[in-house]
């Protein structure tokens, strides 16, 4: 028997070995040609199967990243605000249907309903807009503040709720005020006290204001890339109404994490750990759809399916920080991926999900330029991207364009990127990001297909006729 279960598990033990190494090879990569600064955790069946970090926490001192460093993770924040309205409707205390009118009569949107803020069905007006425009920049905001100024300034709805799909901010401000409103605490002390602690996250928190490595051990800053100075500089020194003026808004974002603290949520989020088993399907199940570009939501968290199969995620953005929480639900393989200087986080969780799904994956390689660019001309034509995948799931214009035998690739009115002769009919974008253009032609020059690469996933381009 003993030697029975050695024979079974040896594939699974070299698969696993075989997996650990191309994760390696392709976040290395990622690393040391594309700068990628960042913590990734792969995990399966709910067990880390892979967990690194990449550069620095504090460039400057050359602090290195650590397991349990904490990140701005942005809307990610948006599942834990769901969350908590979620547990509020379990104990009875709440109902989807309940109307903003119950808790803010002051607001002229009063048949908005609790499942549209959650569904981003809602067609609430962009409040942060006239934060932007109206609130005393040296101060900082607070939702009680946003909510004043969507009272007194009135803007329309976007549409009648219910009846199209926005991607509102606003629509989760409201909600963390709801959750104020109806449990009596804070909404930080409401976060802490119904999901943190209960999950053992001690490494996540909501933030009020502008972010301080004193106030936060194990704090990552986050860096953006300085064209004037050519170098990654603090996220915090460049002017930002979202490191000022809009860091006190909670519910939308403004919660900081840890990739380990993420896979703690997620395993809760499998195994209905705070909700009931009823309220955690409702959560993760499809409420609402758009076609063009293709996007779907259930409470607070995007969900659909792909030819990878059934997933839950959401993606997030803060000065500085680009982050993933990803599960693919089929295959229980859960990716966190945590960028504290803006890499693509979102697409690089999509590389590591297909290597671990044993699919094509094209290894970052260090490119370059042809000495001599060959005639472009033949490669111009219009073309529909289709990104099937998470973080984006949308099909787009897109078109090549020959300026005097240099391609560009564009979507719409932007001016494009400027692609990079590599090889035959092979071209990298000039822009710096992990993507590469291939054309397939016929004996006679013309062509055939078109694929792009995005961080190591290939996909086929649509000719437009």
């Not at 547990?87 to 009063?110: A, R």
């Not at 981003?120 to 409040?127: E, F, I, L, R, Y």
Request: with cysteine; net charge positive.
């Amino acid at each position: 028997m003993k030697k029975a279960f050695f024979l079974f598990l040896f594939p699974l033990v070299l698969n696993a070995q075989n997996n650990t190494a191309r994760f390696d090879a392709y976040m290395n990569a990622q690393a040391n040609l594309y700068g990628f600064n960042g913590n990734v955790l792969v995990a399966k069946n709910g067990k880390v199967i892979y967990q690194k970090s990449f550069g620095y926490a504090d460039y400057e001192a050359k602090k290195k990243l650590a397991a349990n460093s904490i990140f701005d993770c942005g809307s990610i924040a948006k599942e834990f605000t769901a969350m908590g309205i979620l547990l509020l409707k379990d104990k009875g205390k709440i109902s989807y249907s309940d109307e903003l009118g119950k808790f803010f009569p002051e607001l002229p949107y009063t048949n908005v309903t609790i499942h549209q803020l959650l569904t981003h069905t809602s067609g609430m007006p962009d409040g942060f807009g006239l934060v932007a425009e109206y609130f005393d920049h040296s101060k900082v905001a607070t939702n009680n503040d946003l909510i004043h100024l969507l009272a007194i300034q009135k803007p329309a709805l976007l549409f009648k709720p219910g009846e199209n799909l926005a991607y509102s901010g606003t629509a989760f401000n409201l909600l963390a005020s709801i959750i104020e409103k109806i449990s009596g605490q804070s909404y930080n002390s409401y976060m802490d006290d119904q999901v943190f602690k209960p999950l053992g996250m001690t490494g996540t928190k909501v933030v009020n204001g502008p972010r301080s490595v004193k106030d936060i051990p194990g704090y990552a800053y986050g860096y953006v890339y300085s064209d004037s100075v050519k170098k990654f500089v603090r996220a915090d020194s460049q002017p930002s109404g979202w490191t000022t003026y809009l860091a006190g808004l909670t519910g939308e974002g403004m919660i900081i994490t840890t990739t380990g603290d993420l896979l703690k949520w997620d395993c809760a989020l499998k195994n209905h750990r705070l909700l009931t088993e009823t309220t955690q399907h409702e959560m993760l199940s499809q409420h609402s759809e758009k076609v063009m570009p293709k996007v779907s939501f259930g409470y607070g968290i995007r969900v659909g399916k792909n030819d990878f199969g059934n997933y839950i995620f959401h993606n997030g953005y803060y000065p500085g920080y680009i982050c993933m929480h990803l599960r693919y639900t089929d295959e229980d393989l859960t990716v966190i991926v945590l960028s504290n200087n803006e890499s693509r986080s979102d697409f690089i969780a999509d590389g590591l999900s297909a290597i671990n799904l044993h699919k094509n994956v094209v290894m970052p390689y260090a490119h370059k330029e042809m000495v001599k660019n060959a005639v472009v001309a033949k490669y111009a034509g219009k073309y529909l991207m289709r990104l099937t995948r998470p973080p984006y799931m949308a099909v787009f214009p897109i078109e090549f364009v020959n300026r005097n035998d240099v391609l560009y690739i564009s979507s719409g009115t932007a001016p494009g990127i400027k692609l990079k002769h590599e090889s035959k009919n092979k071209f990298f974008f000039a822009d710096g990001t992990d993507q590469q253009i291939e054309f397939d032609m016929d004996n006679n020059d013309k062509v055939l297909s078109v694929w792009h690469t995005a961080w190591g996933v290939r996909k086929e381009l649509t000719k437009v006729e």
